[in-house]
């Protein structure tokens, strides 16, 4: 039980990298590859167990490490993956949306309770702070509003129209002044620590997923502003793989889920672009970046469960 102390709140980005990969292939099998679709339906099955194991796990460490978890939730990077947590559900009931409404219903609304809950702490806790500087300004503060432009996926199948543009405002709104102050942190001041510069792909994700949300909330229009959002995504998905090799090189470390959600958002979101505008250009990059994925994910996987067993993942994190 002890170990359930050192339990890293990040690891929730790992469920938002297998939904992210679930949702790749099972808008995969929309483009005529029958395969795809059970693919899709064994990892939402995964996916929503890795969800429910992690909530279990960390519901015992705040039964159990109180202290430990207040401790994270005041920590200026650790606190942003606490809405990991609700972007889990409101991903798993995102999976679930178009083929099981029923189940997807509650863990949506509980998911986006949890979303809005975790959006007022944390940026109640920016702006009252008294311990932040602007090197702990990274990516990762970008994943609350990551989880408002979620929203609107299954809360349009689920014919919540009016709660979906709600979460949509917040996010896109809080993502342009994020990244103005992002870009600025990493523009004039100290590079991103090793263990922190998976989450530069972080960057990649407000837009992917909001030329998809935006899409849900616009009767799938293919209008200025969804071209702007896919468009940036794919400028600054270009910009990643430009320095591909500065990532390869470095070690993993648990922040590396970062890489996973974000490829996930602009895969889907290439899908989209090629099912809308009728070129297959769109269509192949999306493909290609499925493989991508899915890779990613599998070496990611297999390097968590490593650490798993050798009790690297539950043990204290080395001094900075």
Do not use: C
Not at 165 to 173: C, E, Q, T, Y
Not at 219 to 225: N, Q, S, V
Request: charged share 10%; proline share 6%.
């Amino acid at each position: 039980m002890n170990k359930l102390a050192h339990l890293p709140i990040a690891l929730f980005a790992s469920v938002m990298g297998m939904s992210g990969l679930t949702l790749g292939w099972l808008k995969a099998g929309t483009e005529g590859w029958p395969v795809a679709n059970p693919i899709g339906f064994a990892l939402a099955i995964i996916t929503t167990t890795l969800l429910g194991v992690l909530l279990l796990a960390y519901g015992l460490k705040v039964l159990n490490h109180r202290a430990t978890v207040a401790e994270e939730a005041r920590h200026p990077i650790k606190l942003n993956f606490f809405a990991a947590i609700p972007i889990g559900l409101i991903l798993v009931a995102t999976l679930w949306s178009g083929t099981h409404p029923g189940l997807a219903e509650p863990i949506w609304w509980v998911g986006i309770a949890a979303m809005l809950v975790a959006t007022l702490f944390t940026m109640s806790s920016w702006i009252n702070h008294s311990h932040y500087q602007v090197g702990h300004l990274n990516p990762a503060w970008f994943i609350p509003v990551v989880g408002n432009i979620l929203v609107p996926i299954a809360g349009m199948r689920l014919g919540h129209h009016e709660i979906s543009w709600f979460f949509f405002s917040i996010g896109l709104v809080f993502w342009i002044i994020l990244t103005a102050l992002v870009m600025n942190r990493l523009i004039f001041h100290d590079a991103l620590p090793e263990r922190m510069r998976p989450t530069l792909f972080i960057l990649l994700a407000p837009p992917a997923v909001g030329f998809v949300s935006y899409l849900s909330l616009n009767g799938m229009t293919l209008d200025a502003l969804a071209r702007i959002l896919y468009f940036t995504a794919l400028f600054l998905a270009l910009l990643l793989a430009t320095n591909a090799l500065k990532f390869l090189k470095l070690p993993f470390f648990i922040s590396g889920w970062a890489y996973s959600f974000p490829i996930a958002a602009m895969t889907v979101a290439s899908f989209e672009m090629g099912q809308l505008s009728g070129l297959f250009g769109y269509v192949a990059l999306a493909w290609a970046l499925l493989a991508t994925l899915s890779v990613v994910v599998l070496y990611l996987a297999y390097k968590t469960l490593a650490a798993l067993v050798s009790g690297k993942l539950l043990a204290p994190e080395p001094a900075h």
